[in-house]
Nanobody, 115 residues
Framework: QVQLVESGGGSVQAGGSLRLSCAAS????????MGWSRQAPGKQRELVAR???????NYADSVQGRFTISRDNAKKQVYLQMNSLKPEDTAVYYC?????????WGQGTQVTVSS
């Protein structure tokens, strides 16, 4: 079935930028929605960005204006451009896709922002 693989994580200084990529094994048109969530130590998993099949986008208040989700259907990839990074953005970031009846999640990629 569907597999998602994240890449692009790493360590950056506060104020820096990073772009995460999510490669899907199937056409992005298979998905009702795709998104990025994150989980920091001691915190609950948080949805940070989502794009629907109708191309509607939604961002968490904490990342609004700093993060941008986008897709490249030809490459079967979804991206999360992260700008003006803050230490509180440090987390494992997960790509996920909704197939309608269930969701598929990637293994995650670590993002560390130092002050």
């Amino acid at each position: 079935q569907v597999q998602l693989v994240e890449s692009g994580g790493g360590s950056v200084q506060a104020g820096g930028s990073l772009r995460l990529s999510c490669a899907a094994s199937t056409s992005l048109f298979s998905f009702k929605a795709m998104g990025w969530s994150r989980q920091a130590p001691g915190k609950q998993r948080e949805l940070v960005a989502r794009v629907t099949a109708g191309n509607s986008v939604n961002y968490a208040d904490s990342v609004q204006g700093r993060f941008t989700i986008s897709r490249d259907n030809a490459k079967k990839q979804v991206y999360l451009q992260m700008n003006s990074l803050k230490p509180e953005d440090t987390a494992v970031y997960y790509c996920h896709a909704s197939l309608g009846s269930y969701e598929v999640w990637g293994q995650g990629t670590q993002v560390t922002v130092s002050s």
